[in-house]
T-cell receptor, first 113, second 118 residues
Framework: EDQVTQSPEALRLQEGESSSLNCSYT??????LFWYRQDPGKGPEFLFT???AGEEKEKERLKATLTKKESFLHITAPKPEDSATYLCAGPTAGGTSYGKLTFGQGTILTVHP | DTGVSQDPRHKITKRGQNVTFRCDPISEHNRLYWYRQTLGQGPEFLTY????????KSRLLSDRFSAERPKGSFSTLEIQRTEQGDSAMYLC????????????????FGPGTRLLVL
């Protein structure tokens, strides 16, 4: 069964303290790995899509990387406004397409000033 | 470019009542998805449409749930005879189908409808 697992469940950082979030998956024939940010009470906000092992994408203080079995979201010098839940997801087969996403449970990031 | 919109944003109902939610996707997106999210969990897939055709439904979608997408534009999700276990955030997402054979397109989410069943 396709699974997406994120670690840690929660992460507390001091402002400026860099760290990484992990997303491991057991989706056969991966056709994309997606990262989202979700603020409390809101819908997920798209961050990155990665398609190939070795691929990297950056946006401000965030950088996402992909290997054959896992993805990392690196946060460099975080600020309090980076506090949110970070979700990763992989498309899984169903019916005649790979349209649906299977999400991990998320990592709750808290950045203290 | 307006994003995905959902209405209402919040809904409180009594057990046994019917509720209906609406989703308006990003224009020109031919795929539309419904997910459900409970506290502390990631979103769970419910169903999706390509244009007006409903292509897949999750086992989570009991016969009390029905979704439609008339004319391939907006979509509605109806829950009949609501139960307390239906309390959750209902998320809608849309995407434009890619022509690449081994790639899945990015899904963009709306703000969600939070349902509370008393």
């Amino acid at each position: 069964e396709d699974q997406v697992t994120q670690s840690p469940e929660a992460l507390r950082l001091q402002e400026g303290e860099s760290s990484s979030l992990n997303c491991s998956y057991t989706v056969s024939g991966l056709r994309g790995l997606f990262w989202y940010r979700q603020d409390p009470g809101k819908g997920p906000e798209f961050l990155f899509t990665l398609y190939s092992a070795g691929e990297e994408k950056e946006k401000e203080r965030l950088k996402a990387t992909l290997t054959k079995k896992e993805s990392f979201l690196h946060i460099t010098a975080p600020k309090p406004e980076d506090s949110a839940t970070y979700l990763c997801a992989g498309p899984t087969a169903g019916g005649t397409s790979y349209g649906k996403l299977t999400f991990g449970q998320g990592t709750i990031l808290t950045v203290h000033p | 470019d307006t994003g995905v919109s959902q209405d209402p944003r919040h809904k409180i109902t009594k057990r046994g009542q019917n509720v209906t939610f609406r989703c308006d996707p990003i224009s020109e997106h031919n795929r539309l998805y419904w997910y459900r999210q409970t506290l502390g969990q990631g979103p769970e897939f419910l169903t999706y449409f390509q244009n007006e055709a409903q292509l897949e439904k999750s086992r989570l979608l009991s016969d009390r749930f029905s979704a439609e997408r008339p004319k391939g534009s907006f979509s509605t999700l109806e829950i009949q005879r609501t139960e307390q276990g239906d309390s959750a955030m209902y998320l809608c997402a849309s995407s434009r189908q890619l022509l690449l054979p081994r790639a899945t397109e990015t899904q963009y989410f709306g703000p969600g409808t939070r349902l509370l069943v008393l």
